[in-house]
């Protein structure tokens, strides 16, 4: 079950964390994006942070699944109920480490690499971030536009 969370946000920080590790960039939009999450057995197993930009381009600025949940389609759900709940919406948009785990997820979702941030992680992260033995730098920006 999907449903958005509109009070005490930061109870899912640990949750957010998983999909960007930099805490003072998640707080940055923790307040003022619109927040879902998915319970699974009655655990929080995923979390999706958006922000509308203007009437039809929506931000993906967070996803993250709880790693004993990952590999089950919920990430895949997620994407899907957010384009869904934002159906006023034509594009869609997010930026992710060029990661051999988040870059075929993204691209299997319908999104195309659309630019290129260089020295993203290297430049706003206190720490290196390691993602399936690979080094973060660059962020990837991904787009996807409804037919």
């Known amino acids: 079950m999907i ?22 960039l998640v707080m940055q939009y923790i307040n003022t994006c619109d927040l879902f999450v998915f319970e699974q057995d009655g655990v929080e197993a995923a979390v999706c942070a958006v922000v509308l930009h203007n009437d039809n ?4 600025k967070n996803i ?42 993204y691209e299997s ?10 020295d993203y992680f290297t430049q706003n992260y206190d720490h290196p971030i390691f993602e399936a033995g690979v080094q973060l730098r660059d962020m990837i920006i991904f787009k996807k536009l409804k037919p």
Do not use: H, W
């Not at 449903?3 to 003072?24: A, P, S």
């Not at 979702?109 to 290129?116: A, T």
């Open 109 to 118: 979702c319908g999104f195309s690499r659309s630019g290129v941030i260089p």
């Open 3 to 24: 449903r958005q969370v509109t009070e005490n946000k930061l109870r899912l920080l640990d949750l957010l964390l998983i999909g960007d590790e930099q805490e003072n």
């Open 64 to 105: 993250a699944v709880r790693p004993e949940f990952q590999r089950r389609g919920i990430g895949r759900n997620m994407l899907q109920f957010v384009e869904e709940n934002y159906s006023q919406c034509s594009s869609f948009f997010l930026g992710t480490g060029d990661s051999p785990l988040t870059v075929p997820f």
């Open 57 to 60: 381009t929506l931000e993906i």
